[in-house]
């Protein structure tokens, strides 16, 4: 099955510091990916689309300054977090849509395993 | 409020028991889907109803939908300890794919 691979899975570091998360498609072409943020107990909120060649769609009151997605190929998508801060802190999560289907919505996503992010 | 609420918050059962949790939708929907996340995870896809089915099933889960009432139920028969995770129903927004998120249910299942 479709399998959707994000690293890194933690990261601690310091404020101030630009953090890169990848997602990468293993076994298919994704031309769009999905960027959530989780916090704790919590669900998961879209941040951004992400579309392959093309510039981000983001959600309303997400700075695209601060979190940066480059989708550069069909089987990678970057989120960069700029400066991180301590209220940065939180789970990121990717996800591809399911390939080769025409119908995008009638069909399930894959998901990363999600990347820790902590910032001190 | 969110689109896709689900009630129970959290679910604490033993093993062997059902466990029934809800959700509910505001705007009219392609298909609902299912999803399961364990703690510290991504989340994996469970299920997919489309807006004509009434019920489905995969293994011991049962998912029904009522659009009339905008909501949806997942029941997992004959629990195990490995169900624990929470659990999320999520609706498409757009033709994209782009997912809304319920609140979650947090299962706990104890042996």
């Known amino acids: 099955g479709a399998v959707v691979s994000q690293h890194p899975s933690r990261v601690i570091c310091k404020s101030g510091t630009s953090v890169k998360i990848e997602c990468r498609s293993l076994?298919?072409?994704?031309?769009?990916m999905f960027w959530y943020r989780q916090f704790p107990k919590q669900s998961l909120m879209l941040m951004a689309t992400?579309?392959?060649?093309?510039?981000?769609?983001?959600e309303q009151g997400v700075e695209k300054d601060k979190f940066l997605i480059n989708h550069a190929s069909l089987t990678l998508s970057t989120l960069t977090v700029t400066s991180a801060h301590p209220e940065d802190s939180s789970f990121y999560i990717c996800s591809a849509r399911d390939p080769g289907q025409v119908i995008y919505s009638n069909q399930p996503q894959h998901f990363g395993d999600g990347t820790r992010l902590s910032i001190l | 409020s969110q689109q896709g609420e689900e009630d129970p918050q959290a679910l604490s059962i033993q093993e062997g028991e059902n466990a029934t949790m809800n959700c509910s939708y505001k705007t009219s929907i392609n298909n609902l889907q299912w999803y399961r996340q364990n703690s510290g995870r991504g989340l994996v896809h469970l299920i997919l109803i489309r807006s004509n089915e009434r019920e489905k099933h995969s293994g011991r889960l049962r998912v029904t939908l009522d659009t009339s009432k905008k909501s949806s139920s997942l029941l997992i028969t004959a629990s195990r300890a490995a169900d624990t995770a929470s659990y999320f129903c999520a609706t498409v927004l757009n033709s994209w794919g782009k997912l809304q998120f319920g609140a979650g249910t947090q299962v706990v299942v104890t042996p």
């Open positions: 076994d298919f072409q994704a031309t769009t």
């Open positions: 992400s579309n392959e060649g093309s510039k981000a769609t983001y």
